[in-house]
């Protein structure tokens, strides 16, 4: 066990290299480039024997993850944006295959217009793509839910995502305990499931009339849904382990007797909790539940952490064109049925700062409200 | 938690020195947040670098609009360029060598001025070990929240 | 080298009970390349024909293991499935991914120059029946000038884009083309290709007598003729080496072309035209016109 400064993109590679990934795919973007550099370097540095497999898109990128993963072996890709748009059409198939094939993802703002800087709607636009996504607030997040990405997707056989901001995690150092190997190897054993064996052929992808596609969507689902008790399990395994617990779907936050609640994930989490410290300390009951898991969505987890509080706050870093944000739009619809006011708000879209000043101003904007929110609001055009 | 902004150009040291501020921090138990300004810039253009550090785990992550408790200014043709106080604190303070609080006169918009000058000697290998001497005498180490 | 039909594996590794047409092209040539890869082959097909008449739901005639995969990435998916055996430390396997034209030389054409140019250790293998059969007979970059399909009435306008030369300016391990008439042709350049450590590319031409509009039980004669006239030369590329593999007799190409539906509005002098340019090709003058 070592405390040392890393970048959100060295800690994603540092996580898979603990995680001993056997098979490496990628095609450089930005910013999510430095993540792939550093594995390739461990790889010819001879620290992890991992083949790397050098294709010429985003699409053929995980296309090679996933025939490695379906030939059996443990398999790891970084993209954002763009890369992961491209991709689209194999995240739905991989995760349609219920390979677990772990994904690191810069989040960076879409084009158009062009923008090579931090936010969420990338990885939203991949929502309903049967990935669990988990969204890490700092660079340790970002390793520990690495080491966890592995073990969920393997005990679910659901590919995983882990999200972390452009630049603001990405290219930015912060101090990361990397853990110890061998507890590691002890944590995530490699269970491998050879889908395409010499040994036992047998046919993936054959045509599914009608008579069949929808009880594998069920059963796909189903997975998803089952995902929900996995990603707390794991969580909590990993706390008993190595000492740091990320709570699982959602972390609660001096919640005890909060009143007003903000609701973010990523890194805006971070700042937000500044802003409830500094909030309680003048007396404000002011609270934050940050959500860790976005797919599967923690319904019933927020559902109970939500109960008793009066006023909402959500904040996006996204917008879903013609709805509002996105988690905005699923916290409503999970808190259906309880009568407590939530206002959601889109801000710092392609990478316009969002400073805990700004967030204080959110949050009184949210009180002065008198009526819940039909729609989000933009905040800090 | 304190914030010290790096200005420089592209291709001048400005990264690696907050970045080996940095380790020597970590080294000293001190909690400890390094980025450069998140652009892609040619050779040459004016970049920053920002370094924050503290006694507990640093949470801000606002980029754009930073706001620094000291400014170290590594390439004087940036006074004429820039305006290196940007959301500079109240009672921050602008760091250079070889310029003069005069000379600076309202490129300085009321910051306090220091001078590096006295604090290097003549190739004077270290330059990070002398910034951290620099900051601790300046008080921006002593961290009281 | 030499091989008999006598000395070939009485084992069926695809074919029996497949769901594509009776004289289906496609599934002679893979009953054919089979006989030559063996049963530690693991085989990748995009959309295609090829990949529906395999199986469906719970049944397969592959009895190796067959993944459908998308349309655009199957030699991306083979590179992967190399790198895990790999990892593994499984050598004695045959990794293919087989592509129609379009999974070839169209929507493909990405991931299959990315896998060629990184020299990955497989087969690639175009079964060319030269139109998009799977989605009803389209025009694609493989459909030969003059050809009528579903979308252009008219024909083509312009020549089939020449996947063997691509290929072969990849430089990799082995190119070749092969026809379903000459099976022992085909297996030849099938075990050669599954003995390089590198990247093989197999063009093999097999008509769709749908799309052709050409009697169901002519689909190997057509693949014949078009062979004899010397419109499609069977050749081989080995390590750079440039061999071809059987001589034609240089039938007139018209036996060939006039009586498929596809060119069945073929004029004199387009047909003569094409003569000429197969003349020239193997340097045989003008005595043909």
Known sequence: MSTTLLTGSEAAAYGARLARIEVLAYYPITPA????????????????????????SDHSALAAALGASLAGSRTFTVTNSQGLLYMTEVVYHTAGLRQPVVMAVANRALSAPHSRFPEQGDAISQGASGWIQLFCENNQEVLDNMLQAFKIAETIRLPVMVNYEGYIQSHTLEEVEIPDEEKIDQFLPLNRVRTLDVEHPQGVNTVASPEFYMDYKFRQNEAMEQALTVINNVASDYAKEFGRDWSGLIEAYQMDDAEHVIVAMGSMVSDARIVVDEL???????GLVKVRAWRPFPVEALREALKNVQLITVCDKNIVYGLGG???????????????????YILGLGGRDVTTEEIKKVLELSEKTEQQAITSEWFGL | MREIRFHGRFGQPVGKLSRAIGQELLRQ??????????????????????????????RKRSANNTSPDIVVVLDNSLFDVIDVTKGIK???????????????????????FVSLDPYFEPNSSDVAAVFLKVLAERDVLVVNE | MAISIADLSKEELFGQGHAGCGGCGAAVAGRQAMKALGSRTIITIPASCMATLGGSNLKTTWQIPFYHTLFEMAPAVSSGIRAALEAQGIEDVNVVS????????????????????????????????????????????????????????????????????????HEIDYVASASIAYPLDLIAKFKKAAEKPGFSYIHILA??????????????????????????????????????TFEPTFIPVADYLTTQGRFKHLTSEQVVKLQKSINVYYGRGGDEE
């Open chain 1, 33 to 56: 480039f430095p993540a792939m550099e550093r594995v390739s370097k461990f790889i010819d540095d001879g620290e992890l024997n991992t083949r790397f497999v050098r294709v010429e």
């Open chain 1, 280 to 286: 309680r300390k003048a007396g404000r009951k002011v």
């Open chain 1, 326 to 344: 996105a988690l905005g739009t699923e916290v409503k619809s999970a808190l259906y049925g309880q009568s407590i006011r939530l206002n959601s």
């Open chain 2, 29 to 58: 138990g001190k909690n400890v947040q390094v980025f450069d300004a998140f652009a892609a810039v040619r050779p040459g253009a004016p970049m920053y670098s920002i370094l924050r550090v503290g006694d507990e785990s640093i």
């Open chain 2, 90 to 112: 109240a009672d921050g303070t602008v760091m250079a060598l070889g310029m003069t609080e005069n000379a600076l006169g309202d490129k300085l918009h009321g910051s306090s």
């Open chain 3, 98 to 169: 087989w592509a129609g034209d379009a999974g070839t030389a169209d929507i493909g054409f990405q991931s299959l120059t990315g896998a060629a140019e990184r020299n990955e250790h497989m087969i690639h293998v175009c079964y060319d029946n030269e139109m998009y059969m799977n989605t009803g007979g389209q025009t694609g970059s493989q459909t030969p000038m003059y050809a009528i399909t579903s979308n252009m009435s008219k024909g083509k306008a312009v020549k089939k884009k020449n996947m063997l030369a691509i290929m072969q300016a």
């Open chain 3, 207 to 244: 008509p769709c007598h749908r799309g052709w509009q050409i009697p169901a039980e002519k689909t190997i004669e057509y693949a014949r003729l078009a062979v004899e006239s010397g419109l499609f030369e069977l050749y081989e590329v080995d390590e750079g080496v440039r061999n071809r």
